[in-house]
């Protein structure tokens, strides 16, 4: 099967049989939006529910959920940077009008990467090599950038400004006080999320792959950036984990490096870790949803690639028949970041108290502030000078007075008379830091398209959907081998009144020949099928079939649930 006629039988299956479709088909669509249908609905929530496992549940002793809310005011996204950096190069045709991300347009025209240029660099290749319209040819104008923020008002006032969130972690960051707090101050503590989130992409294409609204499934997980983790990767140090490193990119090589996780956290490869052991877990987790491990590896990111708010990056990408390797996750070690900029424009001190064994004694440079000659100077920005002197630190302070007399805060300048710089004793009970935060984050869209295309497979001449069991949007279809038999139809439908109130997902099927209703259950995925027929009536047992193998096994009524549990679970297989 070529690529490009599985990428075409996927979609034509989601459509068909109700996975997803492009939103407002009967206006004629809107770039970057998907409805998704029953079984995409319910195999989405499944898949959900998975991370929630692997990344929440499994690691409950550190990691919470919280839900924080989808629109933000502009100060938010002012602090995280999004404002000033979330953007991406477009470039518009001068004759037709058309809007085009140029850095695609750069890649797909010359066969280089692009991503990260700046629109300088981008304007010199379109020129140099006359890169034209894709759509009529037309010359393409200046290159600038466009912010993919959402953007809104809250409330009737215009001026009342917001933003969609693009991602959920700036929710995670504002709650890590209270967070932090309820958990009991305990240390390190991870925060998740799952939840839906908005980019205005400037050509949303490669279907799920890349939208304008989705769910992202994400957590920030808090750090003391002084303590020796190193014993949290000694269980899995041997396990191995594919990286491409920013050199091997350099070097122009495109396959992957096979290291163990030890070796990658003490040849720096990973610079911490907590993001070697996420990363670790990803690679497994996406295991679990069918995807080998030689068909997915870990693409550092270069410096001019990364977000702004990352010290280093990994994307996780998996092979795809259509389009070759894509990101599914992002790996980012963000440091203190976000909750340094969130101090800073908020006057709140979002540090972590860490108390000593032993109280030290130690001298310290102090800010003195002379609050007086600040209040009758500048009147209504003192709350917010105090605010940011209490963010610096004494030895900034210092130097920035040594050097040029004065220190600036709050847009202000405050000299001598304003501050001074001490040396005093003090004794310390403990010590305050910024955690460091490291992050994994996965779209849950694009997992699901994923999914599907390592699940799709066919068999002589049938469509067979390979989705793990556990995560199979129906687990059993209900097959009366006749429809015409009053016995067997009404045996059929007492078993599944039974495993329906069990808690079963599933569905009745008694349309057509036994082997077209098995037809149908292959295609959409559902692992088993329980087949009643004339020796049910007999000796009470049924027969369960299942979808990958086409293999039967006769069980009595009265076991059915409990075997149906351990086949869906992984425990047992059909004999």
């Not at 070759?324 to 963000?334: F, K, M, P, T």
């Not at 305050?432 to 999914?451: D, K, N, Q, T, W």
């Amino acid at each position: 099967m070529s690529s490009k006629d599985r990428y075409l039988k996927v979609v034509e299956l989601a459509r068909r049989r109700g996975f997803f479709w492009p939103s407002y088909e009967i206006y004629g669509g809107v770039a970057g939006f998907y409805d998704m249908g029953p079984l995409g609905t319910a195999l989405k929530r499944k898949l959900e529910s998975f991370w929630r496992e692997w990344f929440v549940r499994r690691h409950q002793d550190m990691v919470v959920e919280i839900e924080t809310p989808i629109i933000g005011p502009a100060r938010v996204y002012e602090a995280s940077g999004h404002v000033e950096s979330f953007t991406d190069p477009i470039v518009q045709c001068t004759r037709c009008g058309r809007l085009f991300r140029a850095d695609h347009l750069v890649e797909e025209a010359l066969g280089i990467k692009a991503e990260g240029m700046d629109p300088r660099e981008l304007n010199t290749l379109i020129k140099e090599h006359n890169i034209r319209c894709p759509v009529c040819g037309g010359k393409l104008g200046d290159v600038r950038l466009f912010n993919l923020l959402f953007k809104t008002t809250i409330g009737p006032y215009t001026s009342n400004t917001g933003y969609l969130r693009p991602e959920a972690a700036q929710g995670m960051f504002l709650a890590f006080k209270r967070v932090h707090g309820v958990m009991r101050n305990k240390m390190p503590l991870g925060i998740a999320q799952v939840g839906r989130v908005a980019r205005n992409e400037i050509s949303p294409r490669q279907l799920l792959l890349r939208v304008r609204e989705f769910t992202i499934m994400e957590m920030e997980f808090f750090f003391d950036p002084d303590e020796d983790y190193s014993s949290i990767v000694e269980p899995i140090a041997s396990e191995k984990i594919r990286i491409r490193t920013g050199e091997d990119k350099r070097r122009g090589l495109e396959k992957p490096g096979e290291y163990s996780v030890g070796e990658a956290v003490q040849e720096k490869i990973i610079m911490h870790p907590w993001l070697a052991y996420w990363m670790y877990e990803a690679s497994r987790f996406l295991e679990k949803l069918g995807v080998p491990l030689h068909k997915q590896f870990f693409d550092e990111k270069l410096p001019e690639e990364r977000a702004h708010y990352a010290s280093q990056t990994f994307d996780q990408v998996v092979w795809t028949e259509r389009w070759g390797w894509v990101e599914v996750s992002g790996h980012a070690y963000r440091g203190s970041y976000d909750l340094s900029r969130h101090m800073k424009y908020s006057g709140q001190d979002l540090t972590v108290f860490k108390p000593y064994t032993t109280p030290l004694k130690r001298r310290r440079l102090r800010i003195r502030v002379n609050k007086a000659s600040i209040g009758a100077e500048f009147r209504e920005k003192t709350p917010k000078i105090l605010a940011e002197l209490a963010s610096m630190q004494p030895e900034e302070a210092e130097a920035a007075l040594k050097e040029k007399g004065y220190i600036e805060v709050a847009g202000v300048r405050l000299t001598d008379k304003h501050v001074s710089i001490v040396e005093e004793e003090v004794v310390e009970t403990g010590k305050r830091y910024i955690p460091h935060v490291v992050e994994p984050s996965f779209g849950a869209e694009r997992l699901l398209y994923i999914l599907l295309e390592y699940a799709y497979s066919e068999k002589d001449g049938r469509t067979v959907l390979k989705i793990p069991a556990f995560l199979a949007p129906i687990q059993v279809v209900i097959l009366p081998l006749v429809s015409n038999h009053e016995g067997i139809v009404r045996k059929a439908l007492e078993i599944k009144e039974m495993l329906s109130n069990m808690g079963f997902t599933l569905y009745y099927d008694d349309s057509g020949s036994i082997g077209a209703r098995y037809a149908r259950a292959d295609e959409i995925g559902v692992p088993y099928a329980v087949t009643i027929d004339h020796r049910s009536l007999e000796d009470n047992t049924v027969t369960i079939r299942y979808r990958d193998t086409w293999m039967q096994e006769r069980v009595p009524v009265d076991m059915l649930p409990s075997r149906l549990r351990s086949l869906l679970a992984g425990k047992e297989h059909l004999s």
